[in-house]
């Protein structure tokens, strides 16, 4: 068996599946069945996979499973396998006997004829459908399939193959010796001069910016050697729309940052297109043109590379710059706008709050009639204005049938909502980190977002490592989300779930987790049900404390008919409903005395 870096089975597994890391393995849908469930797990040490679902438990080492994938015999797919990772491997015999390594690409014994391999692939349904001239002797193909469908992007099944020509003028399967190099349009290899270059993630996207007269190129499977074409250039990555395409253009903007870029910077995809989708979705789903690209890219966000330690590991910058001293004259002169609402006594301008309430206490329901209310201008319970009306993004990750729901809640919705800017997207895959920040604040400036709501911070949130400070990790996670809200002017609402072991403390208290989540939000809005009701009560207690505006708590009662909440009361006596209701159910609107009362309540 041939052993692989943990580097190079990162490597390869990013190009074969959609995975994640889950403790020491990757796990992710099955690309052999097509899954859609995370049954599908790789061994980082190993590079060994399996499927617990419909592949029946069945394994395989990298080796294996590329043979299995491209439908080839043991020779294609090491020659796969090393256009993946970019480098050579020991030449093994189908038994596994280690020879000797190949020391060159003139050994025809190791070559295999490019038509061979597609012919092949042919026999398994896939034809050739492009070729990307990387230099007149070195191309990729892209092949899809004649039947099979991604699912998750409802497109043909693809897969590509390197071929070289050999110095005697045949085409081999393989890149051939030496570097891979990096693929470049026919604008970015006519220019005279360095300027703006865009990234994408494949070489048709690469030609299609091209059509629209801008200088592209490919950073799918970019080395820091092939990086290096690009000193001088102003970079700016598109990656594709979901989680994978994301990490895949982070770690790309790593090695162009250390290749010598003059800048690096990474777009958001606009939120129109499908999942998976890129600029060509853009063009030829939505009708861009020259001119929608160069604003996408104009706004595209500056990337800053992570500073590593010796052996490669992130590390934080412990350098720390010394406090300005401001005087009171400095103080005064400081441009520092005053807090504002966006509604009324509940919700700030900008900033992150939290949402916090026990299981079934109507968190989500209070959060979609806050969105209506941003989105149509009407009044929250019909009391409280709205200050900016603007669009909303509702990110539903707690519920699995969440979009359902909330369809449910706008069709019976008191307030009018045909047209307004309520925005969902249909399946979030992502949790909370780098990636999830990048494709949030990119909705938020495409969509000129006003409020977004968090359905929940615990479904965004991924497993914490062991050994990491759990204060810091979620003062961290919501001083980002606040920050993120504030340099965008909009509001975050995060919903989030009461602790369990908080029935002695006060309201403000009582969110799961540490203090650090109250401590790093604007404003925290606390949903209760009346002790003294029994569970199918209608009423609700809110109660409302927010950093620079007043306290408030309120009286909601839901209505079945057209799930919300409409407005009882306000004010310190809030908390006193149940009592007020023994008192009317007793005297009405009979005036009585301090006696009548000790009689009538015991």
Sequence with gaps: ???????????????????????????????????????????????????????????????????????????????????????????????????????????????????????????????????????????????????????????????????????????????????????????????????????????????????????????????????????????????????????????????????????VAIAHPPPDIPNGGDIVDAVRGLGWKAADVKRLVDGAQPFSPAKRDGEGKVVSDQRVKAPRILSVDDILKLDIPEASMLIEGNVAASGASLIVGAAKSGKTLVAVQMAISVASGAPLYGNYRVFAPGPVLFVEKDDPSGVGSVKTILQRSRVPVSGIPFHMPECVEYQFGPAFLDWLEGQIISLSIRLVVLDSYTALRGPRPKGVDIVKAEQSDLRQLDALAKRNNCAILVIHHSSKGSAGLDWSEKAAGTFAMTAATESQIFISRFPDFDGAAAERLIRIRGRHFEDLEMVLRFLKETLDYEHVMEGGAAALYPMLQQFRTAFGNQVFSPKELAHATG
């Design 1 to 263: 068996m041939i052993s692989f870096t943990p580097g190079q089975i990162r490597t390869y597994w990013a190009l074969r599946a959609k995975l994640r890391k889950v403790g020491a393995e990757l796990r992710g849908p099955c690309p052999i069945h097509n899954g859609k469930r995370d049954s599908f797990a790789v061994n980082l040490e190993t590079g060994q996979a399996c499927c617990h679902s419909e592949c029946g438990g069945r394994g395989w080492d990298i080796v294996g499973f590329e043979q299995l994938y491209s439908a080839c015999d043991f020779q294609a797919a090491l020659v796969n396998i090393e256009a993946i990772l970019g480098t050579s491997l020991s030449n093994v015999n189908a038994g596994g006997n280690h020879r000797k390594q190949r020391a060159s690409g003139d050994n025809q014994a190791a070559k295999k004829l490019a038509a061979v391999v597609r012919a092949e692939l042919a026999n398994s349904g896939f034809r050739p459908l492009q070729e990307f001239n990387y230099r007149d002797d070195v191309r990729t193909v892209r092949f899809e399939h004649s039947s099979q469908i991604q699912a998750d992007k409802q497109r043909p099944e693809k897969t590509y193959r390197w071929e070289h020509r050999g110095a005697d003028g045949i085409w081999y399967s393989g890149a051939g010796p030496g570097p891979k190099p990096m693929y470049t349009n026919s604008v970015f290899a006519n220019r005279d001069q360095a300027g703006v270059a865009i990234g994408f993630e494949g070489e048709a996207k690469a030609d299609l910016a091209g059509e629209l007269g801008f200088a592209a190129f490919s950073f799918k499977d970019i080395s820091e050697a092939a990086a290096a074409v690009l000193i001088d250039w102003e970079v700016v990555l598109w990656p594709d729309a979901d989680p994978a395409g994301h990490n895949s253009c982070r770690r790309s903007a790593e090695l162009i940052a250390k290749a010598g870029a003059r800048s």
